[in-house]
């Protein structure tokens, strides 16, 4: 059975073209609405699955409408199709509960791929568990080869469910996006100074210099991880922040909502361990 | 850093914490450290994304981290800080990040999203922050000292 979509926009021009690329992307447009008047008598007689909604239009705009929708039904799935797509749209869109945002002029392959994710936003979290671990991998072996021109082998942790011990300095990396998730990267403070010495080609001269080369090894492996996944799909639409670092002592570490999925890389060095975990979401952004 | 940035993390945590089965939030004071700070016990790492960024952490020694969860726990017995207690503090922090959010964007600072949290656990450890200057909010929640540590930028 096709999934059923209805198109609200002022413009019959959009709702076409918008109807065009649900038609050939296998999905029946099965109502549309222009403005508020029409849209709850419509939704509720046509009953779709995901409803596309405009921003822009005269009397109540798409965030308006939306709200409306979303009172009149609270499931709705609704995937705000727009040429505005700002911070503050963004956020308004994240307030009302949207599923979706995609961008005009609309891409037919865009659109499609956000309703599918939108119709099973597991699928999109299940690729990320799928993929997350082996591309910071992928990220932390290129890089570390990179700067400090040492090979990297990986070994698999076995008992993924035992806490895990600091081996000394652990940097934590908060990812946000469709899921969001942690990185965490921990190394012993021996290991990180001959990294260091590796990068530098010379010993480092402080613990300070240490430790900010850990923290921005990690910046760069995480950054480069979530690029490459978001060049795969960007509906991911992952961003990281910045690294909070904690050393010194011998700290547990847990994350008791996400399931990290840990690796130790072997370098000549010393090992690295690396920690990747991601949690449901349900916010598509294209 | 901006010191009025602490203000809507001072309302969540005056918001949240009465929802959770807190009767007394006390600010007591408020410091400014530099990036590095040591910790002892329990800090729960969230990362924070938007047009500000950085992190806020939330620490307190371990009998403090078992008393509090005890609480959240309707007074349940916590006689080891295990999966159960660190997954209710957690959860704390969450909630609370969560609502300074909101509270941001009331005041024009918008699209803000958090990490999910991580906890350590230790003795005699550091902490580095991604900013200069940290501000430290010292709370008493029901005689439960607890400090929270914000650095955004």
């Known amino acids: 059975m096709s999934i059923k979509v209805m198109v609200v926009d002022d413009s019959p021009f959009s709702r076409m073209m918008i109807g065009e690329a649900l038609s050939e992307g296998g999905y029946e447009v099965v109502g549309e609405a222009d403005s508020l008047d029409s849209l709850i008598e419509t939704y509720n007689n046509c009953k779709p699955d995901v409803v596309t909604m405009d921003i822009a239009m005269p009397g109540a705009d798409g965030f308006e409408c939306s709200r409306e929708l979303r009172l009149n039904d609270p499931k709705a799935k609704i995937i705000l199709v727009s040429s505005m797509k700002d911070e503050e749209s963004e956020a308004e869109a994240k307030r009302i509960g949207v599923s979706g945002y995609v961008q005009k002029p609309v891409d037919g392959e865009t659109l499609i791929k956000v309703i599918k994710n939108v119709m099973s936003p597991d699928s999109l979290f299940e690729q990320l568990m799928e993929r997350g671990l082996e591309t910071f991998k992928e990220a932390l072996a290129q890089n570390v080869t990179r700067m400090a021109k040492t090979p990297v082998t990986f070994t698999t942790i076995e008992n993924c469910d035992t806490p895990y011990m600091s081996q000394g300095i652990t940097t934590v990396i908060g990812i946000i996006g469709q899921s969001s998730g942690s990185m965490i990267m921990d190394l012993s403070a021996e290991s990180a100074e001959k990294i260091a010495e590796g990068i530098l080609r010379r010993p480092p001269k402080n613990r300070e210099e240490v430790l900010a080369m850990v923290a921005e090894l990690a910046n760069i492996i995480a950054g480069i991880a979530c690029s490459m996944l978001n060049k795969k799909d960007k509906a991911f639409a992952l961003r990281v922040s910045p690294p909070s670092l904690f050393h010194g002592n011998d700290a547990e570490i847990v994350s008791p909502s996400v399931k990290i999925q840990k690796s130790l890389a072997q370098t000549e060095f010393g090992s690295i361990f690396l920690g990747v975990g991601f949690k449901k979401g349900s916010m598509l952004w294209m | 850093m901006d010191v009025n940035l ?28 530099g990036s590095t700070f040591n910790y002892d016990g329990v800090l729960i790492n969230l990362a924070v994304v938007g047009s500000i960024k950085g992190v806020i952490m939330i620490g307190m020694d371990l009998d403090s981290a078992k008393r509090f969860a005890s609480k959240m726990m309707m007074g349940m017995e916590v006689a080891d800080f295990d999966a159960l207690a660190q997954s209710a503090v957690s959860e704390m922090g969450n909630m609370v990040c969560a609502n300074a959010c909101t509270q941001f964007a009331k005041i024009g600072i918008n699209g803000l999203d958090i990490s999910p949290p991580t906890i350590m656990i230790g003795q005699g450890g550091q902490a580095t922050l991604p900013v200069p200057q940290t501000i430290v909010i010292h709370f008493s929640v029901d005689g439960i000292e607890v400090k929270v540590y914000v650095g955004l930028v």
Do not use: C, M, R, W
């Open chain 2, 6 to 33: 602490i203000n809507p993390i001072l309302v969540a945590f005056a918001d949240i914490l009465p929802q959770i089965g807190f009767e007394k939030v006390e600010k007591k004071n408020i410091s400014l450290v």
